[in-house]
């Protein structure tokens, strides 16, 4: 019998372990109000809008970067750069005959938007239609490697009728129809020329060799200068026509070790730590106990579930019963309890129960049942061994490869958990962290990990898991790495139900599908889920109009609305 005490033993050591040595310093005399200086825990590996996915690069630009549309903070769409939403009811979206890619007969949609009048590129070159049609041209090419490229290659044209009116003909009418979804737009005007090589895109954008260049951005505000690794200084747009922010200069500073980010706001060097990027909860509450009458700590539950990526190439985890055994093997439930004070619930699958196409029942679940975990490793051939762990027949150790992002406190303490549980029923544990624009920008995006990789998916509400689970969304280096499925999961009736839910335009029978989509995914386990994090704001007092999401779209898409308090 496993005892739950030796675990809650070990988890009260290494918390008091990694708090030796904090700093307990007054804070500084408050910065200039001209400037704000935000931390959080990663830097991005690229500013491109269509290059990669890591929150970090999200988080900048939702400042400087506007989307035709994005989904608000009370998880709706609404537009940003547009005019107004198209709907089937006004006559701006419209149906028409269409065929998938593979000749079957669906709905399209023509839908048309309106640029606004003020938007203007940071040099003062007005947005316009040229620079959706750049962007069409770049994210739709096969070379290009863009994360989403459904996002483009399913608009079949775009009817251009002026410099602020065009049409998106759609292969497909889904039910997110009214909104532009991931489609970006790119200042065509200085982007082009290092287009020419579509495969070098990537490397030859001037996001990456030249991001200071004002004409790349079209928000509030814009890039003033970058140290690669460390910080971004954003200065304000002039040319921005919208409210104007509350100040001239935002510092956003990548501080990726948890306790020197505390360190440095308690320093006074930062301002704010960013909820999307910053302390784990367990750090939060005890930053608030000690601190809150300083700082306004908000803790926001929302879409962000922290998983294991499993790598289905390698023949160990291939076998479905290794993954149901790890997953057996954890008390995920005494993680969430004893680091996260039951803020952050355990996760069944990838939807979170917030959302409304979440499945309430029909979902295999999970529990702590070790027993239960040896049972399956031993039909699938992995035997008591020496030293305690397993073996095959062919006297080979079961050894799993556990990668996370490095210096964030409390990844690297579940990790710790994770292999003390797994070692208990015979699996070894090999820990191998990365920063985290290598471990995004390279491991994780073109399949480089062997075993496991640990980090959080942030989604929007009801968002189709097409990029992660789709097989078409596999990254290879023929496809120069376009996609996000990194597990390599390859599931024909989970593509048929993606492909199927997309052009389902009933709720009802869309949430009977999204059920599907969970069963099979909790079936299958593609991903090892551990729990939907909750976000922990660490606010100054005097500032205000900040608002959570919960959802991928940042705090920052509004930050002209923050304000400092008189």
């Known amino acids: 019998m496993i005892r739950r005490r030796p675990l809650l033993a070990l988890l009260a050591a290494l918390l008091a372990a990694a708090t030796i040595g904090a700093m307990s310093v007054s804070q500084a005399s408050a910065a200039p109000r001209d400037t704000l200086t935000i931390g959080l825990t990663q830097y991005p590996g690229t500013l491109n809008p269509m290059i990669d996915s890591m929150l970090a690069k999200s988080y900048v630009l939702g400042a400087t970067q506007r989307q035709i549309t994005v989904e608000g903070p009370d998880w709706q769409p609404v537009c940003q750069l547009c005019v ?183 320093s006074g060097t930062i301002d704010m730590i960013a909820g999307e990027l910053g302390l784990a909860v367990d750090q939060a509450i005890a930053f608030e106990k000690r601190h809150g009458d300083r700082y306004a700590v908000t803790y926001q539950p929302g879409l962000v579930y922290e998983h294991m990526d499993v790598m289905l190439d390698n023949p160990v985890l291939a076998d479905r019963r290794v993954r149901q055994a790890l997953i057996l093997a954890v008390d995920r439930q005494a993680i969430n309890d004893r680091l996260f004070a039951g803020k952050q619930p355990v996760a069944d699958s990838s939807v979170h129960p917030l959302d409304w196409v979440h499945a309430a029942e029909g979902v295999p679940t999970y529990g702590f049942d070790p027993k239960r975990a040896e049972a399956l490793l031993d ?111 390859r599931n024909a009736e989970m593509d048929r139900l993606i492909d199927a839910a997309e052009i389902e335009l009933d709720r009802d029978r869309r949430k009977a599908m999204w059920a599907d989509i969970q069963r099979i995914y909790a079936t299958e386990l593609p991903a090892i889920p551990l729990y939907f994090r909750a976000e922990p704001y660490i606010l100054p007092k005097w500032l205000t109009g900040l608002r959570p999401t919960g959802h991928k779209y940042t705090t920052t898409n509004w930050i002209e609305d923050w304000q400092v308090a008189e």
């Open 379 to 489: 039909e699938a051939g992995w035997k008591p061994g020496p030293k305690g762990l397993r073996v095959n027949a062919k006297g080979e150790t079961l050894s799993v490869e556990l990668m996370t992002t490095a210096g964030n406190r409390t990844r690297e303490l579940v990790e710790q958990v994770l292999a003390d549980y797994w070692k208990r029923v015979g699996i070894e544990t090999r820990i191998r962290n990365e920063p985290a624009r290598v471990f995004f920008g390279e491991t994780v995006r073109k399949r480089r990990f062997a075993g496991l990789a640990m980090f959080a998916w942030l989604s929007a509400p009801e968002s189709l898991p097409r990029t992660t689970l789709h097989s078409e969304s596999i990254p290879t280096e023929a496809n120069n790495w376009a996609g996000q499925n990194a597990t390599g999961f």
């Open 84 to 266: 107004k939403l198209p709907s089937l009811e006004d006559g701006d979206a419209v149906r028409f005959p269409s065929k998938t890619e593979a000749g079957e007969p669906v709905d399209g949609v023509r839908k048309t938007y309106t640029l606004r009048d003020d938007a203007f590129w940071a040099d003062g070159t007005p947005v316009t239609t040229a620079d959706v049609l750049f962007a069409w041209e770049v994210g739709r090419h096969p070379d290009t490697g863009v994360a989403n490229f459904r996002a483009y290659r399913d608009v079949l044209d775009i009817e251009v009728h002026g410099p602020k009116r065009f049409t998106l003909v759609e292969r497909k009418l889904d039910y997110r129809y009214r909104s532009a979804g991931d489609f970006q737009v790119l200042p065509a005007h200085l982007e082009r020329p290092a287009f020419e090589v579509p495969r070098e895109y990537r490397n030859r954008t001037l996001y990456q060799t030249d991001p200071g260049n004002p004409g790349l951005w079209n928000g509030p505000y814009r890039v003033a200068g970058v140290e690669t690794g460390s910080r971004i200084v954003l200065a304000r747009n002039e040319h921005w026509q919208g409210r104007r922010p509350a100040f001239d200069r935002v510092e956003i500073r990548a501080i990726e070790n948890t306790s020197a980010l505390e360190a440095n706001l308690l």
